[in-house]
C-alpha cells in the first residue's frame, strides 16, 4: 500500500516509515501541508498518516481539505499527535472519519492503529455530502 506519511519531526517520520515499509508498505514522507498537497497530486496515495502540528497550516485544516476532495482518503487517515485534541478538534476528525493515535506510541500501537483505521474504513458506507 502507498502510504504518505505528514509529519515534520524528522525522527517520529522515520520511525513511523520504518515500521510501515516492514510490514510491506511504501511511503512517502511530507514535512507540511503543503508538502502533502504536492505529493497527492503526484501520487496515487492509499492511506495517511497525520501529525496535527504542522508547520503552517494545521493537520486539522489539510484533513478537512483532503475530506472535501478526497472522501475516502479522509476516511483512511490516521491522526498520530502529541496535542490534546479540544471537544472541536475530536469533532472535525470524526467527521472526516479518521482515526487517532496519541503519542507517544508503541510499535505495536503504530501497527494496530493502520490495521484497525483500514478495517473501519472498509466496514464504513460511503458518505455523501
Same mark, same amino acid.
Given at each position: 500500500m502507498?502510504?504518505?506519511v505528514?509529519?515534520?519531526? !524528522?525522527?517520529?517520520?522515520?520511525?513511523?516509515?520504518?515500521?510501515?515499509?516492514?510490514?510491506g508498505?511504501?511511503?512517502?514522507?511530507?514535512k %507540511?501541508?503543503?508538502?502533502?498537497?504536492?505529493c497527492l497530486?503526484?501520487?496515487?496515495?492509499? +492511506?495517511?498518516t497525520?501529525? !496535527?502540528g504542522?508547520?503552517?497550516?494545521?493537520?486539522l485544516?489539510?484533513?478537512e481539505? !483532503?475530506?472535501?476532495? #478526497?472522501?475516502?482518503?479522509?476516511?483512511?487517515?490516521l491522526?498520530?499527535?502529541?496535542? #490534546?485534541?479540544?471537544?472541536?478538534?475530536?469533532?472535525?476528525?470524526?467527521?472526516?472519519?479518521?482515526? !487517532?493515535?496519541?503519542k507517544? +506510541?508503541?510499535?505495536?500501537?503504530?501497527?494496530?492503529?493502520?490495521? %484497525?483505521?483500514?478495517? %473501519?474504513?472498509?466496514?464504513?458506507?460511503?458518505r455523501?455530502d
Open positions: 502507498k502510504i504518505l505528514v509529519e515534520d519531526e !524528522v525522527y517520529v517520520a522515520d520511525l513511523i516509515r520504518t515500521v510501515l515499509e516492514e510490514l508498505n511504501d511511503c512517502v514522507l511530507a %507540511s501541508a503543503d508538502e502533502a498537497d504536492a497530486a503526484g501520487d496515487s496515495v492509499e +492511506f495517511v497525520l501529525d !496535527v504542522l508547520p503552517g497550516r494545521s493537520g485544516d489539510w484533513l481539505s !483532503v475530506a472535501r476532495s #478526497h472522501p475516502d482518503l479522509a476516511r483512511r487517515t491522526i498520530i499527535t502529541g496535542m #490534546h485534541l479540544d471537544p472541536d478538534g475530536v469533532r472535525r476528525v470524526a467527521l472526516c472519519g479518521a482515526g !487517532v493515535l496519541a507517544p +506510541f508503541t510499535v505495536d500501537a503504530l501497527r494496530d492503529a493502520v490495521a %484497525s483505521q483500514i478495517s %473501519s474504513e472498509a466496514r464504513e458506507p460511503a455523501g
